[in-house]
Structure formats: C-alpha cells, structure tokens
C-alpha cells in the first residue's frame, strides 16, 4: 500500500507521489481475480499508478482525475510514443540554452502568483530563494520555446516537477507544506538548479526512454484519462463495460491535495489565481474543509449516525460545523459513486476499494464499513474488509485513540 515501493520503478519513479500505492498492489490484484479483465475504471487516478500497469497488462482503463498536476503526470506515464533519439534532441538543445541563461528571465517567464513564493519586503518566509526560482524559469522558458512537441514538452515539464520541491525552502509535512529546517541559509545557485534538472533527465529519465523506444506502440493504446470531476464526468463511461475498479479515493482525514502540491500547481503554471484554486478545490471530493459546505443531512446510515451523535456529546470547544458537513458530504459522495458504478459494471464484475477510518474528536469513523453498506444498498456484494495496515492518528485524536484501520475492501457484483 505504500509509494515508496515505486522509487525505483520504470516510469513511475518520474515523479515521488508519496501518497500513492505501489505497482505490487496491482499485480496482486490481477493474479486473484478468477477473470480476464477486458476493461477497468479508476474513478481517482493520482498518480496513475493503477491505469499505468493496467496498460502493461493490456487492459483497457477509464481513469479521471481532478488535480491538473496529477492528470499531467498520469498522462505523461501513459503515453508511449515517446524515442530516444528525440528526446537526446531536445535534452541537447535545452542544455545548451541553459548553459547561456538570461539576466532578466524573469521578463521572460512570469512568476508564479502568490505572495510568499519568493522574498519581498513584508515577507518572513518565503518559498523560493532567488536564485531558486531563476533556475526554475530558465528551465520552463527553455521547455516552452525548444520543443515543439507537446508530448516531450510534457514529459520535461514532469522532469522539471520532480525538482521543484528540492529546489524550494518547503518540505511535505503530511497535510501541508513545511519549511526545511535551516532554510534561510540553504541557497542554490541558478546553476545547482539546472544540474538538478538535466541529472534527471540524462539518468533516470534517459534510461526509461531507452527502454520505452524498443516497445511495440501498438501495445499501449488503452489511456484514457479525462481531467475533471468524477462525480460530473463519470457518463463518459459506457454504461455496463466495466468488469474491474481498483481505486484509492483521498481518505476523510482533512488532507487537501491542492495544498500539498500547491508549488508544482503554481510553479507549472496550472493554477494562476485564487480564483483558480478556490474553483479546483471546490470540485475536489468532499475530504476536506479548505472550502465550506452547506449544511448537509447525513446518509441514511446507522453507522454514520453512530458516529455522529458520538462526536455531538463532545465538550471540546473547538467543535467545528464545517468538519460535520464534510464527514456528511464525503458520505454523500460515496453514496452518489457506487450508484453510478452500479450502472457502469458488469455483472460478475470486481471492486478494491482502499480507504482509511478516521478520527475526530475523540470519535472513530469506520469509513471502511460505512462505505461497506453503501455499497451494498446499491447493489453490490462485500465479500470481505481487509487490513491492509494499521496509521497513525493524528496528534489531536492519539490519547484517545491508537491506531486507525486502513482496509481494502473487496466488493461483487
């Protein structure tokens, strides 16, 4: 169930998704099923970890996703047409540009919006030392205006994301962004960032590319990944078609991805505004409480209700309505997906459904159940929870409760 499994996997160690599952995962999945599967649906792609090997396989995979960030990274992974003659093309003349870069870059390429991304006058932190982010648009001005192919423009873009972290003063610190301990002083030159860039390029990504060139490109044909909502885009996907689902949906634990990957979205100039960001953020699933919803009546679940008037006879002060509605509305959410799902699958078809239970104020949800009897009230059969592993609880919720459950849960139809 961990990411980490895929640092060192072809493609897929482009880009560190920390949050992610391994392509084990996948694997283990295909040698149980008792079928064949001839066409899959990833309602929450990430990453792509999962259309990805499903296209090794050959297997035909719907897969969506909200983030433009994530779909530009599972687009990139998908896609096969890419050789290694020209990809050593262009990584020569974008080295050759960076060996002569421009004093004034950023007339050139904008920087990204926000106040704290680089130091001013009123600023106490920062994200980005100067010479940082010089770096970094020295590389997107020499991207955009050298290659003229959107597939490799993409691919180097994803070459540029995988060092902007390392690049920043920021670190990932679970559900936010975190400040690197020393960072005032730890400064790079526009050239260490560069180096950054084309070490990727001619090690890792190089060797991929190699690889890539030798495949047949007839075997890869089957990516199909739309940017967008699930819950809005989901009718592109043929009623009755699909035989598997294998999906991780943000768990109900309050971690917004756009925050997380907030430096990428801006840097790659994905997102432009707030308005932009507040827009993204409101069609994200309902995990989080980055935007406020509107009083939602929970789902018709004795489970659900449990947990809620638990959480209702709480004396803490910091009781927060927004975090109810959110609990409500992830549930409705749920709700909505399994009966679309029941359209979409065929009979005798399969889902593995990873999620996690959570905790607030002092109260366990069992996501993995309620979600459970949401799919069986839509038609579905649960054949069984697996423990998949046990995670730690927030700071907040560890003195009342240890350990949270995460499962998968292995669902007929």
């Known amino acids: 169930m961990q990411f980490d499994k895929n640092k060192n ?51 035909k995979c719907y897969s969506f996703e909200v983030s433009p960030f994530m779909h530009l990274l599972s687009t990139v992974k998908l896609s096969r047409k890419y050789n290694i003659d020209s990809f050593e093309y262009y990584v020569k003349a974008i080295t ?47 991207i955009r205006t050298l290659v003229d192919n959107d597939d490799y423009k993409d691919l180097f873009t994803i070459a540029l994301a995988s060092i902007i972290l390392q690049a920043s003063n920021m670190f990932r ?15 790079f030159s526009r050239k260490d960032i560069h180096n950054f860039f084309l070490d990727k390029l001619n090690s890792i990504f190089a060797e991929d590319i190699r690889i890539i060139s030798k495949e047949n490109p007839s075997v890869h044909n089957s990516e199909i990944c739309y940017l967008g909502d699930v819950r809005k885009c989901i009718q592109k996907v043929p009623d009755g078609e699909i035989d598997l689902i294998i999906t991780s949906p943000p ?43 509107e009083n939602i009546i929970p789902i018709e679940n004795e489970r659900l209700k449990k947990s809620l008037y638990e959480m209702s006879k709480n004396e803490q002060k910091v009781w927060n309505s927004d975090i109810i509605n959110m609990i409500c509305g992830y549930f ?9 799902f029941a359209k979409k699958m065929r009979k005798g078809g399969i889902i593995y459904f990873n999620v996690a239970n959570s905790a607030y104020y002092g109260v ?45 849960i292995v669902i007929d139809y």
């Open 96 to 142: 050759k540009k960076l060996s002569h870069t421009n004093r004034n870059i950023r007339k050139l390429e904008s920087l990204p919006f926000g106040d704290t991304v680089v130091k001013r006058n009123q600023n106490k932190k920062w994200n980005f030392h100067d010479a940082s982010i010089d770096g970094i648009l020295d590389i997107r001005h020499a």
């Open 251 to 293: 768990y109900l634990n309050s971690r917004d991805y756009t925050d997380i990957y907030m430096l990428e979205l801006k840097v790659l100039g994905l997102i432009n505004s707030h308005e932009e960001l507040r827009v993204l953020r409101k069609n994200t699933l309902r995990s989080h409480v980055q935007v406020s919803y």
């Open 332 to 340: 409705e959410d749920m709700q909505f997906l399994f009966s679309e």
């Open 9 to 59: 996997v072809f493609v897929h160690r482009w880009y560190p998704f920390v949050e992610g599952y391994s392509k084990k995962f996948i694997e283990d999945i295909l040698r149980e099923l008792p079928f064949v599967p001839s066409c899959a649906l990833e309602p929450f792609c990430g990453s792509g970890t999962t259309p990805v090997e499903l296209q090794n396989h050959g297997i």
């Open 173 to 187: 610190n679970g559900k936010c962004l975190s400040y690197k301990k020393g960072w005032k002083t730890r400064i």
């Open 364 to 408: 366990e949800v069992p996501v993995d159940y309620i979600i459970a009897d949401i799919a069986e009230s839509c038609g579905f059969k649960v054949r069984e929870i697996r423990k998949a592993r046990d995670l730690k609880t927030s700071p907040q919720q560890s003195a009342k409760i240890g350990k949270l459950r995460e499962s998968v």
